[in-house]
C-alpha cells in the first residue's frame, strides 16, 4: 500500500487517543497573544475536557489570571478545575518589545516563567501565542538547543489535495547556511516519523525547479548535503508540491517559507471571499452558493488554522509550540493538544538522536552563546 502524506482530518481528531495516553503536563503563557488572557485560559479549560490526561499551568500576572480563571472556568467540572493551576509571573513580552532584548531583560516574564518550567522538569511542554520571536528567545535561553544544532526552526503544516505537508522553516531565520537547511530536513524526518505517523517521510528541497542544477547558491550547495542524509531525500520540489501530496516534508529558508505561507492564508482567504461575494451578484449564482455552501464549508475548515493550533519550535531542547497571535480559545485547545501530541511522540528525542548521529556535514558544532539571529524580523509578530 502506498503511504500518503498526514491525514487532514486526524488534525481535526486530536483527543481520539487521549483516554489511554499518558500524563502531560503543559506550561501556559496566559498573556501571550491579542486575546489574552480570557481566550487563553478558555482554551485551556477546553483542551482539559478533551484530554483527561493533561494538566495545564496558566503563567500570568495574578490579576488578570483571576479574573480570567474566574471566567473561564463556570463551565469545567471539578475534575478539569482540579488540573489547571497557576503560576505568578510579574512580567510580560509585550508584542512591540525588541524579542531578545525583552525576554533576556525581563526575567519573569511569563513566557520566560513558562519555558522554564519545562527547563527545571516541572512541565512537559510550553506553549504560547505571544510574540514570536520572543517565544523563540525564551525558548532558546531556557531550554537551550540540543547537542549539535546550529539554529532551531519552526515548522508548520499545510493542507493539501491529499492531506497535510510539514514544512520548516517557516520564520524563525532569515537568512540560512546550507548546512543549516540539512539540519532543518533531519528535524523534519523526526517530526514526520513520531508525529505524523509516516515510516519513511518523502522530503524535499524547495527550489524554483526540480532539476538538480536548478535553485539559488544557497540551495544548490544544500542539495548534495541532503543527498548524503539517511532520509528519504525526493529531490528539489517547486511551491506546487506544498499541496499535491508529493512531498511529506518541504525545507526552506525561514524567510522564503513565511513569504510562502503568509501568501498561501492571503490567497486562500482571497479566494474563499471572491466566491462567496460573487455567488450574491444574481439569482442564479445564490442559487448555485447554497448548492456549494457544504462543500465551501468543508474547504475553509480544512484550510482553517485554528484547526492546526500552532508551530512547534523544533531543535530546542524540549517540546515548544508557537500559536497564532491572533489565537481564540479554539485555537489555544488545539495548540495545547499538539504539545501534548509532540510529547507523548517524543519528538524531542527522536531529533536529538538524528542530529548526533548525522554526517558531519549536516552536524555543524553548537556555538556557546545562544542563536538570536532573526527574532525581530519576519516572525516577531504573526
Known amino acids: 500500500m502506498t503511504e500518503t502524506n498526514y491525514d487532514a482530518d486526524a488534525v481535526a481528531r486530536p483527543t481520539e487517543r487521549a483516554e489511554h495516553a499518558p500524563l502531560v503536563r503543559v506550561a501556559l503563557d496566559a498573556m501571550g497573544g491579542d486575546n489574552a488572557p480570557h481566550e487563553i485560559v478558555l482554551g485551556a479549560v477546553r483542551a482539559a475536557q478533551a484530554d483527561p490526561h493533561l494538566e495545564i499551568r496558566l503563567v500570568g500576572r495574578p490579576d488578570a489570571l483571576e479574573n480570567a480563571m474566574t471566567a473561564g472556568l463556570v463551565s469545567a467540572d471539578a475534575a478539569v478545575r482540579n488540573r489547571i493551576t497557576t503560576m505568578i509571573a510579574a512580567e510580560v513580552v509585550e508584542m512591540d518589545d525588541h524579542a531578545a532584548a525583552s525576554v533576556r531583560r525581563k526575567q519573569d516574564a511569563s513566557i520566560r516563567v513558562a519555558a522554564r518550567l519545562v527547563a527545571e522538569g516541572r512541565a512537559d511542554a ?43 522553516d517557516a520564520g524563525a531565520n532569515t537568512d540560512v547556511k546550507p548546512e543549516w537547511l540539512a539540519q532543518f530536513a533531519l528535524l523534519g524526518d523526526a517530526y514526520g516519523r513520531r508525529i505524523l505517523g509516516l515510516s519513511s517521510p518523502r522530503v524535499g528541497l524547495l527550489s524554483n525547479g526540480e532539476e538538480e542544477t536548478k535553485g539559488n547558491s544557497m540551495t544548490l550547495d544544500a542539495h548534495p548535503l541532503l543527498k548524503q542524509l539517511p532520509i528519504h531525500f525526493v529531490g528539489n520540489v517547486e511551491g506546487k508540491s506544498l499541496f499535491d501530496g508529493s512531498v511529506d516534508v518541504v525545507v526552506t529558508d525561514g524567510f522564503t517559507g513565511n513569504v510562502a505561507l503568509k501568501t498561501i492564508e492571503g490567497v486562500a482567504e482571497f479566494l474563499l471571499t471572491t466566491i462567496r461575494d460573487e455567488a450574491k451578484t444574481s439569482p442564479a449564482g445564490i442559487a448555485g452558493g447554497l448548492l456549494l455552501k457544504p462543500t ?46 509532540a510529547v507523548r511522540g517524543g519528538v524531542v528525542s527522536a531529533m536529538t538522536d538524528a542530529i548526533a548521529s548525522a554526517s558531519p556535514a549536516a552536524s555543524g558544532a553548537a556555538a556557546t552563546e545562544p542563536a538570536m539571529a532573526g527574532l525581530t524580523t519576519e516572525k516577531e509578530r504573526e
Do not use: Q
Request: hydrophobic letters at 45%; one cysteine or more; a positive charge.
Open 126 to 168: 510550553v506553549v504560547s501565542a505571544g510574540n514570536s520571536g520572543g517565544v523563540m528567545a525564551a525558548a532558546i535561553f531556557e531550554l537551550k538547543r540540543i547537542p549539535g544544532l546550529e539554529r532551531p526552526a519552526i515548522g508548520t503544516l499545510i493542507p493539501g489535495k491529499t492531506g497535510y505537508t510539514f514544512m520548516l
Open 296 to 341: 465551501i464549508g468543508r474547504i475553509r475548515a480544512r484550510a482553517d488554522w485554528r484547526r492546526i493550533g500552532g508551530a512547534p519550535l523544533l531543535g530546542v531542547n524540549g517540546v515548544c509550540i508557537i500559536a497564532h497571535g491572533r489565537s481564540d480559545a479554539e485555537a489555544m485547545k488545539n495548540a495545547i493538544i499538539r504539545g501534548a501530541e
